[in-house]
């Protein structure tokens, strides 16, 4: 490590997840919706096994509530809520009103959605550390995402992707000696907002049709590929420039899980060691912004990431939105 690192002052104090109960394996949803698919090409060429869908109309607020719920631990003390989804219960009012609604109810702090597709949760963390630093002492950032929901299943280019699954953390100031987040970066090209896109009740949509189109459309796979593992890449390379640190400072890479060919592109792209990094994705799939979140939480409670590790946190999206948070695990 060639210098000192230079705290942002502010902390993960604690991070929780929630997958829903319904699991579908990939057989489950060849069976159910007819499929001319193996399951075993499944597994070999886009490296799933199974996903949890919602079921009894579990909503993106279900889920986020019983996330921030255990990232809470009893303490409803916050200063601010903010949400990362493309998948709101409603158009408005903001899903993290809903979602306060139901676990601080009469409690009074802003709390807003943010909507930055795959690196949503990402934007979450590099606000919430700037609201911090700005005088509040308890930020919550939650991730909550119901995708199954937004699958035209017959479509087999996407209805093996994607899953449920919601995360959250706390963010809080840092104590003496504790260096917390150190480096924060977030990027949108939206030269490319074309490439995968869910046109819903949006006026792009509703100018042309009249109607909503709720699916997601997947317009440029290809550049999709190509743009995760480049940018990914490049942020990772820029934040361990400017840090002075190297690869192996890190003791572990969360990626955002877009497929396990793109993880595992990227992380052979960095020349990464296998136990630099993890992939979740054959048992949970692409959870959208929250991907990172829930990988998060497995490794800290797998003790995969420890107290006094360097973590960073990378993911990139539709938009093209992507971002990367440096860290010291201080909890």
């Known amino acids: 490590m060639s210098q000192k690192l230079k705290s942002f002052g502010v902390k993960i104090a604690s991070c929780s997840s929630h997958l829903p109960d319904g699991v579908m394996t990939n057989q489950d949803i060849i069976d159910e919706y007819s499929l001319r698919l193996k399951d075993e090409w499944v597994k070999l060429n886009i490296g799933i096994e199974q996903r949890h869908w919602c079921k009894n109309g579990e909503k993106a607020s279900d889920l986020g509530a019983k996330a921030l719920e255990k990232a809470l ?17 409603v158009m408005t009012p903001a899903t993290a009103c809903i979602i306060q609604s139901l676990v601080t109810p009469g409690k009074l702090y802003p709390a807003f959605d943010i909507t930055a597709a795959c690196g949503g949760f990402v934007f979450a963390i590099d606000q919430a550390r700037r609201m911090i630093q700005t005088g509040m002492k308890r930020v919550a950032c939650v991730a909550t995402e119901t995708r199954s929901y937004y699958l035209r299943k017959k479509d087999r280019r996407t209805v093996m ?54 699916h997601i459309e997947m317009r440029d796979a290809a550049g999709i590929f190509e743009s995760a593992i480049k940018e990914m890449s490049n942020l990772i390379n820029d934040a361990l420039n400017e840090t002075g640190l190297s690869k192996e400072d890190i003791g572990t890479f969360i990626f955002h899980q877009a497929s396990r060919n793109i993880v595992k592109a990227a992380a052979d792209n960095l020349d990464l060691a296998e136990d ?47 971002g990367v948070i440096l860290l010291r695990w201080e909890e």
Request: net charge negative.
């Open 73 to 89: 631990n009893g303490n409803d003390d916050i200063d601010a809520l903010i949400v990362s989804t493309v998948s709101q219960d």
């Open 276 to 322: 630099q990094y993890v992939i979740n994705f054959d048992q949970v799939g692409n959870m959208t912004s929250a991907s990172v979140a829930v990988l998060l939480d497995e490794c800290v409670k797998s003790k995969k990431i420890i107290k006094g590790q360097n973590v960073c946190i990378i993911a990139t999206g539709g938009g093209f939105s992507a």
């Open 161 to 214: 992707l994607f899953g449920d699954g919601a995360g959250a953390v706390t963010l809080v100031p840092c104590s003496k000696d504790e260096i917390g987040i150190f480096y924060s970066k977030t990027i949108s090209d939206g030269r490319f907002w074309n490439s995968i896109v869910v046109p819903g009740a949006g006026s792009e949509a509703m100018s042309k049709t009249g109607e909503a189109s709720t």
